[in-house]
């Protein structure tokens, strides 16, 4: 039976923040009495982790991604409910714990900036208690997976920013965590890097059983990786399920990609109606290029109307892309749970 | 070469640096009341302890010339005048230089010492208000002891000394900042000047405890008119032949920083290459 | 055991972070020497300062002029040990500001140890070996009889001052987790500054034992050295030894507390 790591019940995280009055009279007046704003990242926030899960985090920017991630790793306290990791409370956890966890921070290097990336590794291998020899087999090992054995002895600010991240990947996984966070890896890195730090989180999850949390705004990142997929917006669970039951959940979608010849009309919001009729809708508008989404029944009658209405040069069927499946879980707002 | 805006638009835009400088020192209520009012307090108020035991175990009436009340005075004169002198912490212009953030200023259509001297506006009002705050408040509640200027005439002279002396700081501050377009240890020259600086005006102790000898090379140096003889003026130890020294002295240190200013920005703009560490 | 196996880890960190400030160090020779130089201005300012006070006293509150001068040897020997180790701290205000404790938050050590030691300090090495130079030079001007218990009390006298200023430092930082973007801590540094370089017998005597007892700014230097002066019997001094390290024990205990505060960057 697979073993709970990690447990959120009734997850709520609330930041104060002091308002500025604007304008110098504003400013006096907030000298006297101030306004507090309460801002609540995270509201009745419910989710389980068992044991070698990759649990894919996502949500637009501000929808509490992170500082659940933060309230799971102990940086943060709760606000109100349990957030448990080895079950224990997350900030009140023994080093002994910590010794099983890590973290990523996409967005902020943990190494040191003006060092080779191996120094910082032995300092790592102190803080973590790292043996010797298990310390240099899992260096060496990790770095020629990411691609940068020859890498090791370059400063970290010469490094590109997907060698950077990958050091902070391997400086991640020396010491063999249990259960690993990863906030926003992937960003800014180019299409290579991106698949390389894939591939080695799947190989990694299937080798070692490391549970992984990965919190991206890349689709890819979550398709790729991801056996199951929590979706948050304004600090609340919309989705907890792998992503097989999200595409059933929404299924009978499809994208019908249109690109016109020169001398077609062009689209325009009168010819609305006639999307209607099929149940259809326009996504994406481009030059010459329109993206529709039709139900699957529709499909075929609504692709037939499109000859009519438009000169089409070329077409293609897609199945709905899991961007447009998110999208549509913001536009309905269902909560729902596997 | 970016074109630079007339003169009119620069002036007219100052008020508005002014106050955007002025909501960046408000935005935390108990940092204003730390970085602006409180600052510069403790030393005069430890030192005010140390002079009273000197006193008291040496049994003298005088030290250097200072009765214990008149030392108490130079005290309070200095902690006033001290919130009226720049530190290194006013200006973190070589932090943006090393950062690549003054790229956006060299864009802007207006000359970047619009936006220097409106801050140097802001901290003046700002810290002027402060001053006049604590020696108001002191008058009020110990108005036997607490001092008061000499004359009409000497609280002019010093408040013109002030004025000068605090524009020669800011602009040494400027050039010493404008030095990262060269050097990475900005930091620790800011530093040095500090030290120096604090010792040669007076802050740590009157310069008139010093030997002669100092005392006359110090009046060479802008720090000195800036605070100790400011101070000594508002005390009537010093008078109008002093003032106008000490005038000559601040406006030759204002003119040669000014021009210094000028090349260290104009040469380190050459160099700058606009990126980040 | 496990007392023992940290301590251990720790040192072993401590090893870590010298390494790495050595390396960082040796690209930036020009700064080395900038700061020395610097440190040196400061030196040179208090010195400066405390002659020409006892240019016109022997004696400052029962300190005369050579008792004086270990005083302000300690304010220098604990100063180049802030410098060697302590550096961070300085920007801990900041830091808090800007979120940058979270690494240090989910390691399994010490994070007052792993964010306040983290920027070993070369230069410092040299501070410290001038602050011990002045040090012997100023018990040796204070004719203070060489014994091996004399001796012994140096050594602990240093490294109280150590523990002080680590101690002073850790409670700042605990006003800027209670305080965000107030510079209290800064404030507070400028108050350690004003009031760490005069004995604290200057004060009245509330106000000298809340300066060497409760907020210690006064004891990080008056009592090393008055220690080593012998102006302390032993009961005296290992009283005031075991309450300043009870305390430090204690403000270390509530940096930890503290950390409910902590908010990283809000997300």
Known sequence: MAQTVIECRDVGKTYRAHLRGTGALGVLRGFVRRQVREHVALEGVELVVEAGEIVGLIGANGAGKTTLVKCLTGIVPVTTGACRLFGRDAFQLTRAEKRRMSVVMGQRSQLWWDIPAIDSFRLLREIYQVPGERFEQRVHEQAERLAVSDRLDVQLRQLSLGERMKMEIIGAFLHDPEVVFLDEPTIGLDLLSQETIRAFLRDVNRERGTTVVLTSHDMADIEETCDRLVILDSGHVLFDGDLVALRRRFVGRRAVEVHLEPASRAWSPELEPELARFGAVLVREAPRALTFEVSAEQCQPFIQHLFDLFQVRDLAVERQPLEHLIREIFRSGEVAQS | ?277 | MRGADSLVQHLRIAWQYARIGVIRKSQFKVEFWSQVLMDCCWYGAHVAVFEVLYSHVTDIAGWNREQFRVLLAFLFVSDAFMMIWLGRMWRFWRDVKDGRLDPFRVRPASTLFLYGFQEFSVEGCVNMAIALAYLTYAVARASVHVTVARVAMTLVAILLSWWVRTLILTLYAIVDLWMVGSDAGRFLQEMLHATADRPADVFGARLRTFLLYVIPVGALTQVPAALVLGRYGWGGGLLAVGWLVALGLAVFAAWNASFRRYESAMG
């Open chain 2, 1 to 277: 070469m970016k074109p630079s805006a007339p003169a009119s638009e620069e002036l007219a835009l100052l008020p508005h640096v002014v106050a955007y400088e002025w909501r960046k020192a408000t935005a935390f209520r108990a940092g204003f009341l730390f970085n602006e009012l409180m600052r510069g307090l403790p030393r005069p108020v430890v030192m005010g302890f140390v002079y009273l035991a000197m006193f008291k175990s040496s049994g003298a009436a005088q030290l250097g010339g200072y009765t214990l009340a008149a030392l108490i005075q130079y005290l309070v004169w200095t902690a006033a005048i001290q919130k009226c002198v720049p530190d290194w912490r006013s200006l973190d212009l070589s932090e943006q230089i090393f950062d690549g953030y003054v790229t956006k200023y060299l864009v802007m259509p207006v000359s970047y010492f619009t936006l220097l001297w409106g801050r140097f506006i802001q901290f003046a009002l700002v810290q002027l208000a402060a001053a006049l705050l604590f020696w108001g408040a002191g008058a009020l509640v110990a108005p036997s002891w607490w001092p008061h200027p000499a004359s009409t005439v000497a609280f002019l002279e010093a408040c013109t000394l002030l004025a000068l002396g605090t524009c020669c700081y800011w602009l040494t501050f400027f050039i010493l900042n404008c030095l990262a377009f060269w050097l990475d240890v900005v930091w620790s020259l800011l530093n040095m000047f500090q030290f120096v600086s604090a010792f040669v005006s007076g802050l740590l102790v009157p310069v008139a405890l010093m030997p002669d000898r100092l005392r006359g090379v110090f009046e060479l140096l802008f720090p000195y008119w800036t605070v100790n003889a400011t101070v000594e003026i508002l005390l009537g130890r010093l008078d109008s032949a002093d003032f106008v020294r000490g005038l000559g002295v601040l406006l030759v240190s204002l003119a040669a920083l000014d021009g210094l200013a000028m090349l260290a920005w104009r040469r380190g703009l050459r160099r700058y290459a606009g990126v980040g560490a």
